[in-house]
């Protein structure tokens, strides 16, 4: 989820926490600059990986109140349609991190497939041609 600003009369300290549309944020920055959660819990437990605004923070067990470090998982935009099409996150934390390695190979089948020519990007997805 991107930084966004949340629209409040209310001046919110640092570290505050609102629900926006079904998800935790969290102020990280003033003047009213906001983060996912979950981002920030897997941004502040992970130092030094980069993160993209287009990734997104999915909970392993599918409890969207579980912000344990190890609950939360990174899913790279270009990623995210394969695992949401293969089930996406289950209540089995193994299940969808397995679902996650899953869409990874197959990203990196595609992207290898692009390179050498076998895979066309159209405008809906790319295929093997």
Not at 5 to 33: F, G, H, R
Not at 46 to 54: A, K, R, S, V
Not at 64 to 83: D, G, H, L, W
Not at 104 to 114: I, N
Request: glycine share 6%; aromatic share 10%.
């Amino acid at each position: 989820m991107q930084t966004s600003t949340l629209a409040s009369n209310n001046k919110k300290a640092l570290y505050a926490e609102s629900i926006s549309k079904k998800y935790t944020m969290i102020k990280v920055a003033e003047p009213d600059v906001w983060i996912s959660k979950a981002r920030w819990v897997y941004e502040e437990t992970h130092p030094g990986e980069l993160t993209e605004p287009g990734d997104e923070f999915h909970f392993a067990d599918s409890n969207k109140e579980n912000y344990s470090p190890a609950n939360i998982i990174k899913v790279k935009q270009k990623e995210r349609t394969i695992f949401l099409f293969l089930g996406g996150s289950d209540s089995d934390p193994e299940v969808t991190k397995y679902r996650l390695l899953q869409a990874r190979l197959k990203v990196a089948q595609l992207d290898l497939g692009e390179k050498i020519g076998i895979v066309k990007n159209y405008g809906s997805g790319r295929r093997f041609i």
